[in-house]
């Protein structure tokens, strides 16, 4: 099964600062997304970025994506309060039987 | 409705009852996934459905069942409760998984005791 690893399990972090959120997967991929979970809710789509791309931005976001290192990494700019959540990978192959990674707990403090 | 509804949002059960989580997309997505989230298990897949008809079983999917009768409807029964099944149970869908990501519910959160 596709398997997203997430690092670091949590980070902390200063209003205005930025967070960078680490994925590495184990086999090949057509793609790699990045959710968020806000605490008791669920999983929102942040972004995908396909195996043929290297880089992908959405606003404040970027993404990475390395398939010869099978990673990728998010970088959240100028982070706010409101950004305080978990993020997660998943990588997208042929396989139907997903699994999501553990998350990142990212903590921004005012 | 806008995007997909669970039902419901919380429930205590009796162990050995039976029950059904419902889950109601409005996208018209073919394809369906029901996960469980537990602290420090992260997301498991139970079973998914591509399509209408169709469905199949993901990571952890003992002790439950689904059925796809139409495109809209993607329900989770547990014939007879356990206190293992204490989760957070997500539904999700995907208009195409190659090109697009899942929309998730809000969850339901379910106590067995």
């Known amino acids: 099964s596709q398997q997203g690893e997430e690092d670091p399990q949590a980070l902390s972090i200063q209003e205005g600062e930025n967070a960078t959120m680490n994925c590495s997967y184990k086999?090949?991929?057509?793609?790699l997304q990045w959710y968020r979970q806000n605490s008791g809710r669920g999983l929102v789509h942040l972004i995908l970025?396909?195996?043929?791309?290297r880089e992908k931005h959405s606003g404040r976001l970027r993404v990475t994506l390395d398939t010869s290192k099978k990673s990728s990494s998010l970088l959240i700019t100028a982070s706010r309060a409101a950004d305080t959540a978990s993020y997660f990978c998943l990588s997208q192959g042929g396989s139907e039987k997903l699994v999501f990674g553990k998350g990142t707990k990212l903590t921004v403090n005012p | 409705i806008a995007g997909i509804t669970q039902a419901p949002t919380s429930q205590i059960l009796a162990a050995g009852r039976r029950m059904t989580l419902r889950c109601t997309q409005d996208?018209?997505?073919?394809?369906m996934y029901w996960y469980r989230q537990d602290l420090g298990l992260g997301l498991r897949l139970i079973h998914y459905s591509n399509t209408a008809g169709t469905t199949g079983k993901g990571e952890v999917p003992d002790g439950y069942s689904v059925s796809r009768a139409n495109t809209d409807d993607f329900p989770l029964t547990l014939a007879s409760a356990v206190p293992s099944q204490t989760s957070v149970y997500f539904c999700?869908?995907?208009?195409?998984?190659?090109?697009?990501?899942?929309?998730f519910g809000s969850g339901t959160r379910l106590t067995v005791v």
């Open positions: 970025i396909r195996s043929n791309e």
């Open positions: 996208m018209r997505h073919n394809a």
């Open positions: 999700a869908s995907s208009r195409d998984r190659q090109n697009y990501g899942y929309t």
């Open positions: 086999t090949s991929i057509n793609n």
